[in-house]
């Protein structure tokens, strides 16, 4: 149980994860925005991954870190395309109102999840650099991206939605019927 303006509210609903409940929530707002942030990573993570493997095979190629300056290489280009693409597709924001606010957070929440993403890949890259072949080894990497980012993908959804692009309701608090169906029938 919490307390948010006077009112308590339910925690311990159970997650409904039948057929008809998550259709049902794909057909909601917020399930509609959830598919559109999957759509958005859909397009972004493979763009990211062919990014890394291209800039290691190349630009940094020779170097025993070359994935890592890849991984950080490549987030640091797709944050921007990425952070309008979720602003303006997926939480459908067209307000100009602190949008040097908005990137920064978005550009440190991007860093921090490409920290964790690339830490992994920096240790697998300290297991296998040399010890296998390089197809091996750039699998080895994808897979430790895509674990790292994963794991920041639903971090930066919750980031996203709750603080930086969060709806308002019109100035008023959301009702208990909307606090029930967010909390009760949300498919994560």
Known sequence: MGSRSGRTLRYDAPVKFSPGAVAAHAKSDEGRKQLRYAAVSVVFVPVGQLMIQVLAATVYKGNENNFTYASITSAAI???????????????????????????VFWVAAMLGVSAATGLTWLVER??????????????????????????WVGRYLILDRWLFKVTHHGEEPTEDDLDMLHGDVPI
């Open 78 to 104: 797709l944050t921007f395309p990425n952070f309008f693409a979720n602003k303006y597709l997926v939480w459908k924001a067209t307000s100009k109102d602190n949008l040097r606010t908005q990137v920064v």
């Open 127 to 152: 297991q296998v650099h040399g010890k296998v072949s390089g197809l091996v080894e750039a699998v080895a990497v994808f897979f430790a991206q895509l674990l790292g980012f994963g794991i920041v």
